[in-house]
C-alpha cells in the first residue's frame, strides 16, 4: 500500500497534505486512537479543519481507488 500512496503523492502533494502514521511511534499511536484508526493499513481523509473524517478506507488499496478519495478530498462537491 505503501508504494500506491507514494506514487500518487508526488502528483496531488501541492493539493493535499499527507501523515504517515507509524505504529511504533507513540506519539502516532496517540493520533491514531483520536482519529478512530483501530488497525492497519488504513486510509483515512480529513478535513483542512484536522478533526472532521471524511472518508476512511481499510485494508490494501489499488491506485484507482485512491486516486477517488483524494478527488473527493480536494474537490468535495463533485
Do not use: W
Not at 23 to 47: H, M, S, W, Y
Request: with cysteine; glycine share 8%; hydrophobic share 40%.
Amino acid at each position: 500500500m505503501r508504494s500506491v500512496v507514494d506514487g500518487l503523492r508526488y502528483d496531488t502533494q501541492s493539493q493535499i497534505n499527507y501523515v504517515i502514521l507509524d505504529v511504533a511511534n507513540k506519539e502516532d499511536q496517540e493520533l491514531a486512537r483520536e482519529l478512530g484508526i483501530l488497525g492497519f493499513p488504513r486510509i483515512c481523509t480529513i478535513d483542512a479543519d484536522g478533526a472532521t473524517v471524511l472518508e476512511r478506507h481499510a485494508g490494501p488499496i489499488d491506485v484507482a481507488t485512491l486516486t477517488l478519495i483524494i478527488a473527493g478530498a480536494v474537490e468535495p462537491n463533485s
